[in-house]
């Protein structure tokens, strides 16, 4: 979800946003090599909560450093953390790695170490991520053993989404004058524009379970900066493009799908539904951040930046599922089989 790199005003423009929104506020510097994030940064737990036996355990504790996350499978999850690193005269950087754990045994390893930030961390299927890192789409084994530069660009490329059955790739690049959306075959090396935007800025990227629609964030960058558009594209039929919502740029970091193509986001302190299919669009809650299960059954949410809350969209039952020890509790994710969640607690509030 997050970079600092060399290169172009956009990139900068856009980094200074991303980290606005998430108040991720990281300064640590060293002369050697990658540090943790210092102390007076926050704890961050990842917590696992099993719906059946209503159990709630504390996975991890980090100091400050927890920032992207998910399941990759029912049994294992992914977590990112941040380092900072340089001369303190100089400046400082930031980098990333990617870790895999383990939910029986509680081990985890380090599968991969990016040079900066990482953004649109994905499953690809249980087997590898797309991730961009440094400007490039990269492919990650989950085991750690292939990291594969799909791109090699000098363009910066990001919010890369890969169909791993046809192998095509959809990125969204950023540039100062020329912003598009364009699909390349890995097998062909074959490139199709799908749009060109200007000076709007197009990512992230979200594939329908079918592979048939791509679903983006319009933001835009000159009349209302922290604005934006979610837009979906028939791939069929690439003229044929839709205006789904209308929302605030933190939709950006809370876009979900579910299988049955149900689309959730948050905006404006508002959680919306959409049925991709009709463009239907339905208020549902209020809340920060949130995640759909794959059923589409059910959501699950932050509130007030403070509580975790279970809803089902067939009876509207909502429960409160949060027991972390800490202050604050945000960015859920359901397990695959939507038996599980997972969210991170903090002893302080990420949103101010």
């Known amino acids: 979800m997050f970079k600092v790199t060399q290169g172009s005003f956009v990139m900068k423009h856009i980094n200074l946003i991303v980290l606005a929104v998430t108040g991720f506020i990281l300064i640590s510097c060293s002369e050697n090599g990658p540090t943790e994030v210092p102390s007076d940064q926050g704890i961050r737990e990842i917590h696992i909560y099993n719906i059946q036996d209503n159990k709630d355990i504390t996975l991890t504790s980090e100091v400050g450093r927890v920032n992207s996350f998910d399941f990759v499978d029912n049994s294992s999850i992914y977590f990112t953390n941040v380092y900072s690193y340089g001369v303190p005269n100089s400046g400082f950087v930031f980098a990333e790695s990617v870790n895999k754990l383990f939910l029986d045994s509680r081990s985890s390893s380090v599968l991969y170490n990016a040079p900066t930030y990482i953004y649109g961390l994905n499953n690809v299927s249980t087997n590898s991520f797309v991730l961009e890192t440094d400007g490039d789409i990269y492919k990650l084994g989950n085991d750690g053993t292939v990291v594969t530069n799909l791109t090699s660009s000098t363009t910066y490329e990001t919010a890369g989404v890969l169909d791993n059955i046809s192998s095509d790739l959809?990125?969204?690049?950023?540039?100062?004058?020329?912003?598009?959306?364009?699909?390349?075959?890995?097998?062909?090396?074959?490139?199709?524009?799908?749009?060109?935007?200007?000076?709007?800025?197009?990512?992230?990227?979200?594939?329908?379970?079918n592979k048939t629609k791509l679903i983006y964030f319009e933001q835009n960058c000159i009349s209302a900066p922290n604005r934006g558009y979610i837009k979906v594209i028939d791939l069929q039929n690439p003229n044929n493009k839709t205006t789904l919502a209308e929302c605030s740029i933190t939709a950006l970091l809370n876009l979900q799908m579910s299988d049955n193509d149900k689309l959730v986001y948050s905006s404006?302190?508002?959680?919306?539904?959409?049925?991709?299919?009709?463009?239907?669009?339905?208020?549902?809650?209020?809340?920060?951040?949130?995640?759909?299960?794959?059923?589409?059954?059910?959501?699950?949410?932050?509130?007030?930046?403070?509580?975790?809350?279970?809803?089902?969209?067939?009876?509207?039952?909502?429960?409160?599922?949060?027991?972390?020890?800490?202050?604050?509790?945000?960015?859920?994710?359901?397990?695959?089989?939507?038996?599980?969640?997972?969210y991170i607690t903090s002893d302080f509030n990420i949103y101010e």
Do not use: C, M, W
């Open 170 to 209: 959809f990125i969204g690049t950023k540039d100062l004058e020329n912003n598009q959306i364009f699909k390349q075959n890995l097998l062909t090396n074959q490139k199709t524009v799908l749009i060109n935007s200007n000076f709007n800025y197009l990512f992230p990227l979200h594939l329908n379970q």
């Open 268 to 342: 404006d302190g508002r959680i919306y539904l959409i049925d991709v299919s009709t463009s239907d669009l339905k208020l549902i809650s209020h809340g920060n951040s949130v995640d759909i299960s794959k059923d589409g059954s059910k959501i699950v949410y932050s509130a007030d930046g403070k509580s975790i809350y279970l809803l089902s969209l067939s009876s509207n039952e909502n429960n409160l599922i949060t027991t972390g020890n800490l202050d604050y509790a945000y960015t859920p994710r359901f397990s695959p089989d939507g038996q599980k969640i997972i």
